[in-house]
């Protein structure tokens, strides 16, 4: 590895915490800038999932203080109840990346984080729709998070980018909270499927462990300064940020998988 490749992931990496802390989707950076130092795409994809889970990691204790508001408003028991869900579904996740061929899901991963990002852009229509989160019965509610954490959960054990705008959009669309809060939980989420990745590939997938040791610690850096600024932000700011990203990150795939 020559200090160029150096400097592109350690560059790469801060980014990627930064983006997964405040929309989600810095694995668009990071596998590019993974491909770009030699690695086959496979390789590539679970260095990256191995490499980031750091950066979903302090963007976790720097949201604790919107966490520990969730836990206050009542709500603990059910996100404690999430986690078994997050680490089946990102097992079942990993081993499809590991087992199947990936050239057929790369065709449905666009249209999965286009259709996320118009979720959360036409969040309060879906609302009226659907029923404001007030609204809604807790036995409902808990059903409703536990099926979008297993699909999200399930995707970003197989992928990955763009799941942090999944996850808030389909959050937001049963939780009643700030964006704040809801990107607080994100993060968890996330956090919880990367650990589950890095066990899974870490035994059985190629990882390029030098690379890892490269990206990692710059991403826990940007993950911790992602989730500051992400609570400082308004909601609507950080929706339309989202959104945007969310839009982008779909295009560059969609781009990606019909070239």
Same mark, same amino acid.
């Given at each position: 590895m *020559? $200090? /160029?490749?150096?400097?592109?992931?350690?560059?790469?990496? #801060?980014?990627?915490? /930064?983006? *997964?802390?405040?929309?989600?989707?810095? @694995? #668009?950076?990071?596998?590019?800038? #993974?491909?770009?130092?030699?690695? $086959? $795409?496979?390789?590539? *994809?679970? /260095? *990256? /999932?191995?490499?980031?889970?750091?950066?979903?990691? @302090? @963007?976790?204790?720097? @949201?604790?203080?919107?966490?520990?508001? #969730?836990a206050r408003d009542g709500s603990r028991r059910l996100l404690v109840s999430l986690a078994p869900t997050s680490i089946v579904a990102a097992a079942l996740g990993c081993a499809l990346l590991l087992l199947t061929p990936a050239r057929a899901f790369d065709f449905v991963v666009p249209f999965l984080v286009l259709g996320a990002a118009a979720v959360l852009g036409f969040q309060d229509r879906l609302r009226r729709l659907v029923g404001n989160p007030r609204e809604i019965s807790p036995r409902r509610q808990a059903l409703g998070l536990h099926a979008m954490v297993f699909f999200g959960s399930l995707y970003g054990g197989y992928f990955g980018a763009a799941l942090g705008v999944m996850l808030v959009a389909a959050l937001g669309l049963v939780l009643d909270h700030s964006m704040a809060r809801v990107n607080a939980l994100k993060n968890v989420i996330s956090a919880i499927g990367g650990m589950v990745g890095v066990l899974a590939f870490g035994i059985f997938g190629p990882v390029d462990w030098a690379d890892v040791a490269i990206v990692a610690p710059a991403a826990v850096v940007g993950g911790y300064v992602g989730a500051r600024l992400a609570r400082r932000l308004p909601s609507s700011v950080l929706k339309a940020l989202i959104v945007v990203f969310g839009t982008v990150v779909g295009l560059v795939l969609l781009y990606r998988a019909f070239s």
């Open positions: *020559n $200090p /160029t490749d150096i400097a592109l992931l350690t560059t790469a990496g #801060l980014a990627a915490g /930064t983006v *997964n802390a405040i929309a989600g989707g810095g @694995s #668009l950076i990071t596998f590019p800038a #993974l491909i770009a130092t030699g690695l $086959p $795409p496979v390789a590539a *994809n679970v /260095t *990256n /999932t191995t490499a980031v889970f750091p950066g979903y990691a @302090s @963007s976790v204790y720097g @949201s604790r203080t919107d966490l520990a508001e #969730l």
